[in-house]
């Protein structure tokens, strides 16, 4: 494996190196796609993943990968193997938290490591709104920033060590009024719209019939999908059919629920849209059919800030709640800190860490600006 990193010497051509988790070169190799020999269809998955990606996660990753071979030479594994000698202890702790609460002070475990690699100048936070920032609400004009979280993700995006982007579901006129802070980088609709700062977008270029089939789906799903509490939620190229209303027994019939939610996908892939899961699967999505998400998302609002060559100069870290953010933490594994905000330790997720609620991302926020303010001081 670091051979074969080694000979990567064409970035045009990067390639993508993949290992199993069980050989001992996996643990620091995190750039690399992991794979179990043991799972087929897991294999398959990730051969698939490698082929298919995208030539900037390639490339970031194949630099990644790269420049700290060029660090860690044979003189730095001896150092380190005989410092490690000198500081032998044997704790025996279980610095493991229950999903039912975390502190402050447990961050000094979870992202010290992380954040006291030397040579990185800034923080990178890519941040999910709802069911991360932001509780879930009845209604999604009822999923509400709370003050303390407003106030210190404010806080941290005045520092000028710190970059703040919120990439979610919603249109980039709704984040931007629900979280409003200006000086931060705003990704919505799964992060198709990316708006910066100083005022630049961008946009994934779309089929020409893209908006005219969204109108007519819109149509169509209004007329006979919409029962029972469901509805439509219009957020230009992007329609979201929520049905919340149905997740209390006895809200609809079960029958009708499942030719009602049949229905809906039908008319999704009749109009060529892909179509996606939310909020723990109450919501429904139509997705115009090209190949982004919040994983190509993350790459490109990293690359556009800070170039290609980032890795030695940022930390990142990743935070948030539901499918759709696994595709930014796959994009992302090894290249950043990602946490899954879901309170059961059942829910299978390739982040580093899970949070057990929103509170859990304020803590967190709250220990990263206190960490930021010691180091520099210190």
């Not at 800034?122 to 069911?131: A, E, F, I």
């Not at 789906?217 to 190229?237: F, I, P, S, Y």
């Amino acid at each position: 494996s670091k051979e074969f990193v080694s000979c990567r010497i064409n970035l045009e051509k990067p390639g993508v190196l993949i290992l199993s988790p069980f050989i001992g070169a996996a643990d620091l190799m995190q750039e690399a796609l992991m794979a179990n020999p043991y799972e087929p269809n897991k294999v398959c998955d990730t051969l698939y993943h490698a082929l298919t990606m995208n030539s900037a996660e390639a490339e970031v990753r194949m630099i990644n990968l790269r420049g700290r071979e060029k660090g860690h030479d044979l003189s730095q594994w001896i150092q380190g193997f005989l410092a490690h000698l000198h500081n032998v202890e044997a704790s025996g702790s279980d610095t493991a938290k229950g999903l039912e609460s975390i502190q402050l002070k447990d961050f000094d475990s979870i992202l010290d490591k992380y954040l006291n690699a030397p040579g990185w100048e800034k923080l990178c936070l890519l941040l999910d709104y709802d069911g991360t920032l932001a509780p879930h609400g009845s209604h999604p004009d009822f999923t509400i920033l709370p003050q303390n979280t407003r106030e210190v993700l404010e806080r941290l995006s005045g520092m000028s060590n710190v970059f703040v982007s919120v990439i979610t579901g919603r249109s980039i006129p709704d984040i931007r009024n629900k979280v409003g802070i200006n000086n931060i980088t705003y990704a919505g609709n799964h992060g198709i719209d990316i708006v910066h700062p100083d005022g630049s977008k961008f946009m994934i270029p779309m089929p020409p019939e893209v908006e005219e089939k969204a109108k007519w789906l819109l149509q169509k799903l209004q007329t006979e999908c919409c029962v029972d509490g469901a509805w439509v939620e219009n957020k230009g190229v992007v329609l979201a059919f929520h049905h919340e209303a149905w997740k209390e027994k006895g809200s609809i019939d079960p029958d009708k629920k499942e030719k009602v939610l049949s229905r809906a996908r039908e008319l999704m892939t009749e109009a060529g849209f892909r179509i996606g899961m939310s909020d723990g699967g109450l919501v429904t999505e139509a997705k115009p059919p090209v190949k982004w998400n919040k994983g190509n998302a993350a790459i490109y609002i990293l690359r556009s800030a800070f170039g290609v060559n980032w890795s030695d100069n940022i930390r990142i870290i990743y935070a948030g709640d539901d499918l759709t953010d696994e595709d930014a933490m796959e994009a992302l594994k090894g290249l950043a800190y990602n946490f899954r905000v879901v309170n059961s330790g059942l829910v299978q997720t390739v982040a580093d860490h899970r949070l057990p609620d929103t509170k859990g991302v304020e803590t967190m926020l709250r220990w990263v600006e206190q960490y930021l303010q010691s180091r520099k001081s210190s």
